[in-house]
């Protein structure tokens, strides 16, 4: 072990043992656990919560929302559904059915278009004779007949996440990816690739896109700056998914491509956290990816979060706000043993690209 030099003094001297990769990895406790989230949000039960992201912000959603966090439903008729066919339509798995959004331009261009009073149509995709809408295309899973209902279904569910907006204090956005696919017509970015749900892939028609650190910072900035100018003070609490890519365009490894991805991510993360009043980063990334919190906790295929890794994200999520409700289970013993089960499905387009895997 080392000694401590006499007579000198460091500004290591007496920080705390969280500070230190070595008694804060070697065994993390819970005291060292908590101290991964530090929020400068103060949430309690009466906290009005809007959930988006990409497909591990599922886990957010519908863990907090059964554990009574005040998480708001803008689209609710899934009530009167059977849980699994609700969730086959987009009801209850975020704040509105807006699927997932995986990027930060596409939540930058749901603001805009639900804060507008003359939205952009979505462009159309088709699948055995019906019409989806490439914006959202998993919540209608057989389509539509036409792209007129296409565009009235749009209108009708920008008008609920506006409702939703103007009702949130704080929004838990989980960042998942920084590819994706640009509609050359209008410039919107799509949440996955035509081919992949619906439509055709043509490159006459789209183009790939792989964000940029300035461009992902610009997007988040624009989106508070839209709210804020609409009246809405709400403020963003940022995750980062831990899953890696599926598949990647880029045409780099996939692992090489994760990385690119995730570091882009969490440096935006790193920086609006330590700027800007209006954003604070909760580092589920760290607990599922690193050996923080006991990890890493993947399941066997090394890619989805393992049921033990999820329930202490969400664990140090509830520790961190005391007065808040507990999630269902506590952080695990750093020792618990990974049955290689992964959490409970989520809805999720980019997995459907392993089914292109040569």
Known sequence: MARRP???????????????????????????????????????????????GSCFAQHLHRTLTRA??????????????????ARDYGYNIY????????????????????????????????????????????????????????????????ACVRGV??????????LGLTECWIDRATGLALPTAPGTVAG???????????????????????SRDLLHAAGYPVRILLTVSPVPLTATASDAHVGVATTYSKSVLRAVCGVLEAQDPDFDYFPAYEIITTTAAGGPHFARNRRDPSATGVDTVLGVFAMAHGDGPAPETAPPPTEAPDTGKTAEEVACEEILLEAFRK
């Open 6 to 52: 006499a007579g000198r003094r460091s500004p290591y001297a007496d920080l705390p043992r969280a500070a230190f990769w070595r008694s804060a990895m070697r065994a993390p406790d819970e005291a060292t656990v908590a101290a991964l989230y530090r929020p400068k949000f103060d949430l309690t039960p009466q906290t009005r919560l809007m959930t988006a």
């Open 68 to 85: 009574g966090w005040n998480v708001l439903q803008g689209e609710g008729t899934g009530r009167l559904l059977p849980a699994s066919l």
């Open 95 to 158: 704040s509105a059915r807006y699927g997932n959004i995986y990027t930060a331009r596409q939540l930058r261009q749901l603001i805009e278009d639900a804060l507008s009073d003359t939205p952009r149509p979505a462009p159309v995709w088709t699948r055995d004779g019906r019409v989806f809408d490439a914006l959202r295309p998993t919540v209608e899973p057989h389509g539509l007949d036409s792209a007129d209902l296409v565009q009235e279904a749009r209108r009708d569910h920008l």
């Open 165 to 174: 907006l103007a009702e949130t204090d704080v929004l838990i956005f989980t």
């Open 200 to 222: 055709q892939f043509d490159p006459d028609t789209v183009t790939f896109h792989n964000f940029t650190y300035p461009e992902v910072l610009a997007d988040l900035c624009a």
